[in-house]
């Protein structure tokens, strides 16, 4: 009868990733930390950050205006009507108006986060 061969502990068995696995995992892991990246960017714009808008000008009976937006790189809109104009993330700006008979007044002006007022801005 033949001896058998004493069987290793744990300890010694070892993996052997071949040359594909090891390149398969490292762009894996590139895209893991590449999504985490964009979530926590996604969840920083919708859930902690809030716009800067300031109103330059507007024109209520025609429905215009021009809003500077940003603190360090300043963008300049110019809104028109009843439309939301997305700024970034969930936030937004538009007209708000009311009902007056059968025509449709603009008097404010609103920052909406997911179509709903958080601010009114004023002039």
Request: aromatic share 10%; glycine share 8%; net charge positive.
């Amino acid at each position: 009868m033949e001896e058998s061969k004493p069987i290793r502990p744990v300890d010694d068995v070892r993996v052997k990733l071949t040359r594909t696995t090891d390149i398969f995992l490292k762009t894996a892991a590139i895209i893991a930390g590449v999504t985490a990246l964009a979530g926590g960017y996604a969840f920083f714009l919708n859930y902690v950050w809030k716009p800067k808008v300031v109103v330059a000008n507007a024109d209520f009976v025609n429905g215009k205006a021009t809003l500077k937006v940003g603190t360090i790189f300043i963008k300049v809109i110019d809104i028109t009507g009843d439309t939301i104009y997305q700024l970034a993330g969930d936030w937004g700006v538009r007209f708000g108006s009311v009902l007056q008979g059968s025509k449709l007044v603009y008097n404010r002006i609103e920052l909406v986060r997911k179509g709903m007022v958080v601010e009114y801005l004023s002039k």
